[in-house]
């Protein structure tokens, strides 16, 4: 394998600066999802903690460095989750937290972020306006401007998902991705490349924000104009190039996904699984429901990823779900 960013060492590390209670996370066969997927499906559960997605691996690791660094503050631009993720882990170390997001982001994901303690702005806009929101803050300020995925620390943080798979006890042919700005999908990619290279890499994006899958394809940066999805957090407009190229070098195929498929596959979670899960986090299964014979008959990881989700919209888009 080519080389990346990260490294599997500093990854290993990551462990002994990560809240144990985000580590070591269910991975379960789910016999019921099986007769209607036709393939056997494994659950990585990310969701059961604090933050209720996997982007406290991240942020617990880089607010760890921060602290230790005498750093008393730090911005970042955020759909929700890692908003949430880094005002939970900066509390615990005195770090006073900034988040910039969507006014149209998730309202039970901004209220969890005000409940955090951090401080929240709002901003008339998408993702990718939020980020150059808190880039203008972070110099403004003179603070440290956490970005999510490009921050070596956030993929290696995921990355330790990647530690825990390679490790499972019951072998498995591929594991599904939700891919957005690139931090799980390079994290949990560049350990099991190294560790478990029998193992194919797929990530999964909605058709409705496909930049990262597009670039990927093309294997240049391609941004959108505009982003059409009920999954808010892989929602980008504008990929990174630096972790396009670790993407490049980890991910074996990048596929796009109908927002249909992706409530069917809310749905299909929470009648089988007995998971509320965010559309992120409905990816994988949708990447199932479109191509049910590639998957047929083989060992699939789906990272259930997060499980922040509006009630409200929650219900109209379960309830709106065909199965």
């Given at each position: 394998m080519h080389e990346t960013r990260l490294d599997t060492a500093r990854i290993r590390a990551a462990r002994q600066m990560i809240d144990p209670m985000f580590l070591d996370t269910p991975l379960y066969p789910c016999e019921a999802l099986e007769p209607v997927l036709g393939c056997a499906v494994s659950v990585k559960l990310e969701t059961a903690n604090p933050v209720r997605s996997f982007k406290a691996r991240g942020t617990e690791l880089l607010a760890s460095l921060l602290a230790g660094d005498g750093a008393r503050a730090a911005v970042c631009a955020s759909a929700g989750n890692l908003g949430q993720a880094l005002a939970w882990s900066?509390?615990?170390?005195?770090?006073?937290?900034?988040?910039?997001?969507?006014?149209?982001?998730?309202?039970?994901?901004?209220?969890?972020?005000?409940?955090?303690?951090?401080?929240?702005?709002?901003?008339?806009?998408?993702?990718?306006?939020?980020?150059?929101?808190?880039?203008?803050?972070?110099?403004?300020?003179?603070?440290?401007?956490?970005?999510?995925?490009?921050?070596?620390?956030?993929?290696?943080?995921?990355?330790?998902?990647?530690?825990?798979?390679a490790r499972a006890a019951r072998p498995f042919d591929a594991v599904l991705i939700a891919l957005g700005g690139g931090a799980l999908a390079t994290g949990v990619g560049h350990v099991l490349k190294a560790l478990a290279p029998g193992v194919e890499v797929i990530c999964v994006q909605p058709l409705g924000a496909p930049a990262m899958t597009l670039s990927w394809r093309e294997r240049r940066v391609v941004t959108t104009d505009s982003t059409d999805t009920i999954a808010d957090g892989v929602a980008g407009r504008c990929p990174i190039p630096a972790v396009l190229d670790d993407l490049l070098q980890v991910a074996d195929d990048a596929v796009l996904v109908e927002e249909a498929s992706i409530t069917t596959g809310m749905r299909l979670l929470l009648d089988h699984a007995g998971l509320v899960v965010e559309p992120s986090a409905a990816l994988g299964i949708a990447a199932i429901l479109e191509d049910r014979d590639r998957f047929a008959g083989r060992h699939v990881v789906t990272i259930v990823c997060g499980g922040n989700v509006d009630v409200d919209a929650y219900h109209r888009w379960v309830g709106a779900a065909t199965v």
């Open positions: 900066g509390r615990r170390r005195g770090l006073d937290v900034t988040v910039v997001a969507s006014r149209f982001a998730p309202a039970a994901k901004l209220d969890r972020i005000r409940a955090l303690g951090a401080r929240l702005e709002l901003v008339d806009g998408d993702f990718d306006l939020a980020r150059e929101r808190a880039a203008a803050i972070a110099r403004h300020d003179g603070i440290r401007l956490v970005e999510d995925s490009l921050d070596i620390e956030t993929c290696e943080g995921a990355a330790t998902i990647g530690l825990e798979l």
